[in-house]
């Protein structure tokens, strides 16, 4: 495709229920990132995929988030058990080498009731 | 590790004048840095980098400012329209696997 595209744009998920989130990176990107970001702050790094291999989960805030990206091209953000904290949007990256400029995803934004 | 600040939560200039956007960090080991452009409901648009080797880079009307011994890098419109209205994230694009951290982001108003 033309960009980095994410679905669903929008879901209201209530307290308890698991979420998975789905990124479809620019064709041929090595790089794959996913971001929270909360309302009125920068997008916070949660994971890093180079190809299929998950080299840096550092940001993920708790084991109730999981991510994959098995065959090094979609890649689908889980997260169990929401919790209200979670509302957020969540953003995917995708970057054709390992430096360079990162383009975003339109977001999903995530509401727990 | 690396943190990125940008002290002016928001920013308000009149069109066809300069807009100076700054920006602040405190990890020299990661000269790498890029800016990008929110318009809300979409995902930010990358819009101009600078590395350490330069002190400087030009993109029509956007200008990156990197003034390593303060830590500090600017991006200056000029002149600036009403479409430039957006959120503006500074984001440094080294350390570990080359991750960008972001800035808390400036919402820069060009009034008509």
């Known amino acids: 495709g033309a960009g980095v595209s994410q679905s669903p744009r929008y879901k209201v998920a209530k307290r308890g229920q698991d979420v998975a989130l789905r990124c479809d990176p620019i064709?041929?990107?090595?790089?794959l990132f996913w971001y929270q970001q909360a309302l009125g702050q920068g997008p916070e790094f949660l994971t890093y995929?180079?190809?299929?291999?998950?080299?840096?989960k550092s940001g993920l805030p708790s084991d109730r988030f999981f991510a994959e990206r098995p065959e090094g091209s979609v890649s689908t953000l889980k997260i169990q058990r929401t919790q209200q904290e979670d509302s957020a949007v969540y953003l995917c990256?995708?970057?054709?080498?390992?430096?360079?400029?990162?383009?975003f995803g339109q977001g999903t934004r995530l509401t727990v009731v | 590790d690396q943190q990125v600040k940008q002290n002016s939560p928001s920013l308000s200039v009149q069109e066809g004048r300069i807009s100076i956007l700054n920006c602040d960090y405190t990890?020299?080991?990661?000269?790498?840095f890029l800016w990008y452009k929110k318009y809300p409901a979409e995902g930010p648009t990358f819009l101009i980098s600078?590395?350490?080797?330069?002190d400087k880079n030009e993109d029509g009307r956007f200008t990156v400012f990197l003034n390593k011994s303060a830590k500090h890098l600017s991006l200056h419109i000029v002149p600036s329209q009403p479409g430039d209205s957006a959120v503006y994230f500074c984001?440094?694009?080294?350390?570990?696997?080359?991750?960008?951290?972001f800035g808390k982001g400036t919402l820069l108003t060009v009034n008509p």
């Open positions: 600078i590395s350490s080797i330069k």
């Open positions: 064709s041929g990107h090595v790089s």
């Open positions: 990256a995708s970057r054709q080498y390992r430096t360079g400029e990162a383009f």
């Open positions: 984001a440094n694009g080294g350390g570990s696997n080359y991750k960008l951290t």
């Open positions: 995929f180079q190809n299929e291999a998950q080299l840096d």
């Open positions: 990890n020299s080991m990661f000269d790498y």
